[in-house]
């Protein structure tokens, strides 16, 4: 075991934009880190790779903005959402004359944003990459360090203060910690394939909730050059009750009446490939005696949108925060730690419980086609919701049933 002359503050296992975020802010609190990741970067990592306004927020403060800005992907003006009917609207993300919310967002594959990301954390911090944590080091219940092993080395124990639970949906941390909770209902089930080719193709993404995809839906992302990240997502709860093939269903989706005409001669560059999504449609327990979870092991992605990188980030931001203020404090138990829940939960609580009623409405085909109805014809309609989609609504009209019949019948 590497001694306690040794110790590290934090040791944050995984890789991913929540794991680097973290690594970022701990240096910027004078953290002393390690992180580990069990993959060789760059690896792709299935995912729909939009880049939310909240991400763009976190990476001008990370002074990482004009990096991004120069990967290879798609800059975001418009958002569009098609309904059951495909009747659709768009949202202008950065739009000087009629909006009063303006934002920015990003369409990059995971491959090369979290290759960036972790180069970055490598500036600043000790990084392993092809490093496997394969269990935690545990001291009368609390968690004190992991059991890691190197690709071609021995297995080692390293000793922690605090470790971080940045490893995904099957995170490894929240396993050994009885954390884990894949809850049918509360995970989605996705599935994504790149393709080139597709026609009308352009500065957009696009949230297709059709019958066809009824609850789920469907998205086409355009991700740098002539290529787009497509996909479709649904609750496992859904899947298994309707016995759905999500592979099957995508080639439908692509042949149905409405997008045959843009797929005739785009040309699939792989395979579909599926995941989980954890989804924050529940509070998940995220803490204990000396070990937080972050982003997807903490299941913080938005239940209407599934877009879960820039609530990764957040998380990863204020789970340094919190280490820094428990190393001064000297004090890493689960009450003490409870203030990361708490904090994280005032950012992103009420933009999660209103994307789980949006979620909801969307199961109704009745209602999501007179939502997305109005919304077509009524500009103060599409404001509201993007205020919604980039986080500027303020929280106690969010939680204002009054707000939600604003949305149906201004």
């Given at each position: 075991?590497r001694?306690?002359?040794?110790?590290y503050?934090?040791?944050?296992?995984?890789?991913?934009?929540?794991?680097?975020?973290?690594?970022?802010?701990?240096?910027?609190?004078?953290?002393?880190?390690?992180?580990?990741?069990?993959?060789a970067?760059?690896?792709?990592?299935?995912?729909?790779d939009?880049?939310?306004?909240?991400?763009?927020?976190?990476?001008?403060?990370?002074d990482?903005?004009?990096?991004?800005?120069?990967l290879?992907?798609?800059?975001?003006?418009?958002i569009?959402?098609?309904?059951?009917?495909?009747t659709?609207?768009?949202?202008?993300l950065?739009?000087e004359?009629?909006?009063?919310?303006?934002t920015?967002g990003?369409?990059?594959?995971?491959?090369?944003?979290?290759?960036?990301?972790l180069?970055?954390a490598?500036?600043v911090?000790?990084v392993?990459?092809?490093y496997?944590?394969?269990?935690?080091?545990?001291d009368?219940?609390?968690?004190?360090?992991?059991?890691?092993?190197p690709k071609?080395?021995?297995?080692?124990?390293?000793?922690?203060?605090?470790?971080?639970g940045?490893?995904?949906?099957?995170?490894i941390?929240?396993?050994?910690?009885?954390?884990?909770n894949?809850?049918?209902?509360?995970?989605?089930?996705?599935?994504?394939?790149?393709y080139?080719g597709?026609?009308?193709?352009?500065?957009?993404?696009?949230?297709?909730?059709?019958?066809e995809m009824?609850?789920?839906?469907?998205w086409?992302?355009?991700?740098?050059?002539?290529?787009?990240?497509?996909?479709l997502?649904?609750?496992k709860?859904?899947?298994?009750k309707?016995?759905?093939?999500?592979?099957r269903?995508?080639?439908?989706?692509?042949?149905?009446?409405h997008?045959?005409?843009?797929?005739a001669?785009?040309?699939?560059l792989?395979?579909?490939?599926?995941?989980?999504?954890?989804?924050?449609s529940?509070?998940?327990?995220?803490?204990?005696?000396?070990?937080?979870?972050?982003?997807d092991?903490?299941?913080?992605?938005d239940p209407?949108?599934?877009?879960g990188?820039?609530n990764?980030?957040?998380?990863?931001?204020?789970?340094?925060e919190?280490?820094?203020e428990?190393?001064?404090?000297?004090?890493?138990?689960?009450?003490?730690l409870?203030?990361?829940?708490?904090?994280?939960?005032?950012?992103?609580?009420s933009?999660?419980?209103?994307?789980?009623?949006?979620?909801?409405l969307?199961?109704?085909?009745?209602?999501l086609?007179?939502?997305?109805?109005?919304?077509?014809?009524?500009?103060?309609?599409?404001?509201?919701m993007?205020?919604?989609?980039?986080?500027?609504?303020?929280?106690?009209?969010?939680?204002?049933?009054?707000?939600?019949?604003?949305?149906?019948?201004?």
């Open positions: 075991m001694t306690n002359d040794n110790m503050d934090v040791i944050i296992v995984g890789g991913g934009p929540a794991g680097t975020t973290a690594a970022l802010y701990a240096h910027r609190h004078g953290l002393r880190t390690l992180l580990v990741d069990k993959a970067f760059p690896r792709d990592k299935v995912c729909g939009a880049l939310s306004g909240k991400c763009v927020r976190v990476m001008r403060d990370l990482l903005l004009d990096g991004v800005k120069d290879d992907g798609t800059f975001i003006r418009r569009i959402f098609s309904g059951p009917k495909h659709d609207f768009e949202l202008q950065n739009n004359s009629s909006s009063s919310y303006k920015q990003f369409v990059i594959p995971r491959r090369t944003f979290d290759d960036f990301l180069t970055e490598k500036k911090t000790q392993m990459d092809e496997s944590a394969v269990d935690l080091l545990m009368n219940g609390r968690v004190v360090g992991i059991k890691g092993k071609d080395g021995p297995q080692e124990e390293i000793q922690a203060r605090l470790v971080f940045a490893d995904g949906p099957n995170s941390v929240a396993r050994k910690t009885g954390l884990y894949m809850d049918m209902k509360h995970t989605a089930v996705a599935i994504r394939c790149y080139e597709i026609k009308d193709l352009t500065d957009q993404i696009e949230l297709h909730y059709i019958k009824n609850p789920g839906y469907f086409i992302f355009p991700a740098g050059g002539d290529r787009a990240n497509i996909g997502a649904l609750t709860e859904d899947v298994k309707e016995k759905k093939n999500l592979v269903l995508l080639d439908v989706v692509i042949r149905s009446d997008f045959r005409e843009r797929f001669n785009a040309k699939r792989e395979r579909p490939v599926g995941w989980n999504l954890p989804l924050g529940i509070h998940r327990h995220n803490h204990g005696d000396g070990f937080l979870l972050l982003g092991a903490a299941g913080l992605i209407f949108t599934g877009e990188i820039g990764a980030m957040v998380s990863g931001m204020v789970a340094a919190i280490a820094a428990a190393k001064v404090a000297d004090d890493h138990t689960s009450e003490f409870g203030q990361y829940d708490k904090r994280l939960w005032q950012r992103i609580g933009e999660l419980r209103v994307s789980t009623k949006l979620q909801r969307a199961r109704s085909r009745f209602l086609n007179f939502v997305i109805d109005r919304a077509s014809r009524n500009e103060e309609i599409r404001n509201t993007l205020g919604m989609v980039v986080n500027e609504i303020p929280k106690k009209q969010l939680s204002n049933p009054l707000f939600y019949l604003k949305i149906l019948f201004a």
